[in-house]
């Protein structure tokens, strides 16, 4: 069976919802006439680079793989599956060893290939950084509304 995995953030732009990430996943399946597929929607508001324990369908997802269940895995980019250096290299651990074929959007991600393996971990060392460089903008921003007097979340009544 092939796996279509979604994940977002949060809810940005109507181009990066899980509406159009499944939308996407469906037209892929169609086009390569794969009948069965499974939804693994991890839905809205969760990290990439959260621990895959914390990611209940990437869960799954890595458990069926390992059952023999799902033979193939498509993502719109490698950044929906992770934004972790640590989930990418155990994601690709486990498809070398069941021997799964992993697409980004139409692009086949042959990870026995040293080079195309060499792409990918550069391009999660950059979902990293990314992250990483996010969270500490975030929370400077957050800090400069404390210093500036500007009130955080909900304004308390009373």
């Not at 181009?15 to 499944?22: D, E, T």
């Not at 037209?27 to 390569?32: C, D, G, L, P």
């Not at 799954?60 to 992770?82: A, F, H, K, P």
Request: aromatic share 10%.
């Amino acid at each position: 069976m092939h796996a279509i995995y979604t994940r977002l953030s949060a809810e940005d732009e109507d181009s990066n919802s899980i509406k159009n990430q499944r939308f996407e996943g469906q037209q892929f399946a169609q086009k390569n006439n794969i009948k069965k597929y499974k939804f693994y929607d991890e839905g809205e508001g969760i990290s990439g680079g959260a621990n895959i324990d914390d990611r209940p369908q990437l869960k799954q997802l890595i458990s069926d793989i390992n059952t023999g269940r799902i033979t193939s895995v498509w993502c719109r980019n490698q950044n929906r599956l992770e934004r972790s250096q640590i989930t990418f290299h155990f994601f690709v651990e486990v498809v070398k060893r069941m021997n799964i074929d992993v697409y980004f959007g139409d692009k086949l991600a042959d990870y026995n290939d040293a080079s195309t393996y060499l792409q990918g971990s550069i391009i999660s060392s950059i979902n990293t950084y990314q992250r990483q460089l996010q969270g500490q903008q975030t929370k400077k921003a957050l800090h400069n509304n404390v210093k500036m007097g500007k009130i955080q979340g909900m304004i308390p009544y009373g």
